[in-house]
């Protein structure tokens, strides 16, 4: 099995910086897509950054400019630096990774249960 494990949410004031991590452990071949969706209170859940296994990133146009995602493939572990943080940054943040359990197979997802970063104005 898979276990994908958030870390790092917390409560900063508006213009701050937090660092979330999330590393991925178990039985599996590889991680392929490592990405970070989040969910506000009364709101849908949305993308907010997306990393291939080859560094290849997509942001939303809400936090471009002031979120970066990042992996490390050796201990196949995602972070995501959030700076200039605003009231609306406040969710729960969720983590995802496209995980290969044997060679030549399709991935699946596997999901954290997510750490709650607040922003407070």
């Known amino acids: 099995q898979v276990q994908v494990v958030e870390s790092g949410g917390g409560l900063v004031q508006a213009g701050g910086s937090l660092r979330l991590s999330c590393a991925a452990s178990?039985?599996?071949?590889?991680?392929?897509?490592m990405s970070w969706y989040r969910r506000a209170p009364g709101k849908q859940r949305e993308l907010v950054a997306t990393?291939?296994?080859?560094?290849?990133?997509n942001y939303a146009d809400s936090v471009k400019g002031r979120f970066t995602i990042s992996r490390d493939n050796a201990k196949n572990t995602v972070y995501l630096q959030m700076s200039s943080l605003e009231p609306e940054d406040t969710a729960v943040y969720y983590c995802?990774?496209?995980?290969?359990?044997?060679?030549?197979?399709?991935?699946?997802?596997?999901w954290g249960q997510g750490t709650q970063v607040t922003v407070s104005s």
């Open positions: 995802n990774a496209d995980a290969v359990l044997r060679p030549w197979t399709t991935s699946f997802r596997y």
């Open positions: 990393v291939t296994s080859g560094g290849v990133t």
């Open positions: 178990g039985s599996f071949f590889s991680i392929n897509g």
